[in-house]
C-alpha cells in the first residue's frame, strides 16, 4: 500500500475545510437576513404584532430555519443590544489608539452609536419596550446594561487619566450621567420620530460636557486666591 505523504493529507483536507467555510458562511449570511427582516418588521409592524412567520417570509427561509439561530423573536432585540456594545467596544479601543481629544470623541459617540438601523424611531420603541417587559429575554436586556456601563467607565477613565475628564467624582458615576442623558435623549426623540436626532444628541452633549470638563483642583485654587495683584 502507498505511503500517504504529508502534502498529499492536506491537499485531501482542502476540500473539507472548504465546505466548512462555505456553510459557515452561509449561515451567518442567513442568519443576517432573518436579523434584518426582523428589525424592519418590528419597526413597521410593531413587535408584538410581528410572528416568526412574519420573519421567515420576509427573510425568504423555512421556518424552521430561524430556530436555528434565535431562540425566539424576543432573541432578536438581544442580538441588536450585542450588536450596539459591538460598536461601542470598538469605538472605546479606537479611542485607546488614538490621540483624538475626548471632546471629539465622545461628541462623535452618540453620532456613531446612532447610525442605521438604530437611526429609528420605532425601532428605538420596541427596544425600550423590551428594557420593561417580563419576558425572559429582559434579565439578559439589563445584564447587556450592565456592559455597556462598564464600558462607560472604561472611556470615563481614560478621560480622567488623560487629564480630559473631572477626576473629582468617580468614572462610574459620570459614566451614568453620561448613559442616562443619551437613553433619554434616544426615547424622547423616538416619540416625534423627526430628522432631530443629531441635533438633539449634539445639544445634549454641550450640556453634558460642561458637567464632565475638568475643574481645578482645590490646590490650584488656593494658590491662585493666594496670589496678589500682578503677582
Do not use: C
Request: charge should be positive.
Amino acid at each position: 500500500m502507498p505511503r500517504r505523504t504529508l502534502s498529499s493529507s492536506s491537499s485531501e483536507k482542502k476540500p473539507a475545510t472548504s465546505a466548512l467555510g462555505r456553510r459557515q458562511r452561509r449561515s451567518a449570511e442567513i442568519r443576517e437576513r432573518l436579523f434584518r427582516a426582523a428589525l424592519s418588521l418590528f419597526a413597521e409592524k410593531g413587535f408584538a404584532e410581528t410572528t416568526v412567520e412574519d420573519i421567515t417570509n420576509a427573510a425568504d427561509v423555512g421556518k424552521g430555519t430561524f430556530f436555528n439561530h434565535f431562540p425566539s423573536k424576543d432573541h432578536i432585540l438581544l442580538a441588536f443590544g450585542e450588536m450596539q456594545l459591538g460598536k461601542l467596544e470598538a469605538a472605546i479601543e479606537l479611542a485607546r489608539q488614538t490621540n483624538a481629544s475626548m471632546t471629539d470623541f465622545l461628541r462623535g459617540l452618540g453620532v456613531r452609536m446612532t447610525q442605521e438601523p438604530a437611526r429609528n424611531p420605532a425601532l428605538i420603541r420596541v427596544l425600550l419596550q423590551a428594557y420593561l417587559s417580563t419576558t425572559p429575554v429582559r434579565a439578559a436586556m439589563l445584564d447587556l446594561q450592565k456592559r455597556v456601563h462598564a464600558l462607560h467607565t472604561q472611556m470615563m477613565q481614560l478621560g480622567q487619566d488623560r487629564g480630559e475628564i473631572r477626576k473629582d467624582l468617580p468614572a462610574a458615576e459620570l459614566a451614568h450621567v453620561f448613559r442616562q442623558t443619551i437613553f433619554g435623549t434616544l426615547l424622547i426623540w423616538s416619540l416625534y420620530g423627526d430628522s432631530t436626532l443629531q441635533a438633539r444628541i449634539e445639544s445634549a452633549f454641550e450640556v453634558v460636557w460642561t458637567g464632565l470638563a475638568p475643574r481645578q483642583d482645590s490646590a490650584t485654587r488656593s494658590q491662585i486666591s493666594s496670589l496678589g495683584p500682578g503677582e
